[in-house]
């Protein structure tokens, strides 16, 4: 069974960066598919950024040019480079990992982008 912890949140300005960082409990090197989702207040959970090992990354248009994910699997970690953040992109930002059919979710991070 792999736990998943999100860190990295915070309040930062318009325009600013963040580095979210989401550390499994057990290997990642063998979870093919891992995800970046995001929930806004009053707003359906939506999909941001998605790492397959060996096939690439894909993200959301709205996300598009600003946010990077990437993957160590040595640390068991997963990334989320969040650059010139806008206020909509506020949000409790959650990691999801796919192994052998079972899903896995973190409890999240809050992220605030707000003057």
């Known amino acids: 069974q792999v736990q998943l912890v999100e860190s990295g949140g915070g309040l930062v300005q318009p325009g600013g960066s963040l580095r979210l960082s989401c550390v499994a409990s057990?290997?990642?090197?063998?979870?093919?598919?891992m995800r970046w989702y995001r929930q806004a207040p009053g707003k359906q959970r939506e999909l941001v950024a998605t790492i397959i090992s060996g096939r690439g990354t894909d993200y959301a248009d709205a996300v598009k040019g600003r946010f990077t994910i990437s993957r160590d699997d040595a640390k068991n970690t997963v990334y989320l480079e969040m650059n010139s953040l806008k206020p909509e992109d506020t949000a409790i930002y959650s990691c999801?990992?796919?192994?052998?059919?079972?899903?896995?979710w973190g409890k999240g991070t809050l992220v605030t982008v707000s003057s």
């Open positions: 057990g290997s990642i090197s063998t979870i093919n598919t």
């Open positions: 999801f990992a796919s192994d052998g059919g079972i899903n896995y």
